[in-house]
Nanobody, 116 residues
Framework: QVRPVESGGGLVQPGGSLRLSCTAP????????MAWYRQAAGKQREWVSS???????AYVASVKGRFTISRDAAKDTVYLQLNSLKPEDTAMYSC??????????WGQGTQVTVSS
């Protein structure tokens, strides 16, 4: 198992930006992709974005054009760039390995709070 570790969350004003990181040693060599999820207080967890082993990306409609997922295979790290943040983006953001059946490890999350 390769447990991801997230970082980069924090408090930001509406319209601001953050870059989240998810590091999972070995996930690239294990042929895993990575997905970001978020869970706001009192709400169900929501899939936000994914990047596959081939680099194919996907986003939930509410973040398209504002968030960008990318991968640095050499560092076994996936990034999620959050731009034009809105209060409704406030949530705990977690990453999870995806793809092959053995790719199913969650990180503990990093809190993003968008407030003036």
């Amino acid at each position: 198992q390769v447990r991801p570790v997230e970082s980069g969350g924090g408090l930001v004003q509406p319209g601001g930006s953050l870059r989240l990181s998810c590091t999972a040693p070995g996930f690239t060599s294990n042929s895993c992709g990575m997905a970001w999820y978020r869970q706001a207080a009192g709400k169900q967890r929501e899939w936000v974005s994914s990047i596959s082993t081939t680099g194919t990306t996907a986003y939930v409609a509410s973040v398209k054009g504002r968030f960008t997922i990318s991968r640095d295979a050499a560092k076994d790290t996936v990034y999620l760039q959050l731009n034009s943040l809105k209060p409704e983006d406030t949530a705990m953001y977690s990453c999870k390995t995806t793809g092959a059946i053995w790719c199913n490890d969650w990180g503990q999350g990093t809190q993003v709070t968008v407030s003036s």
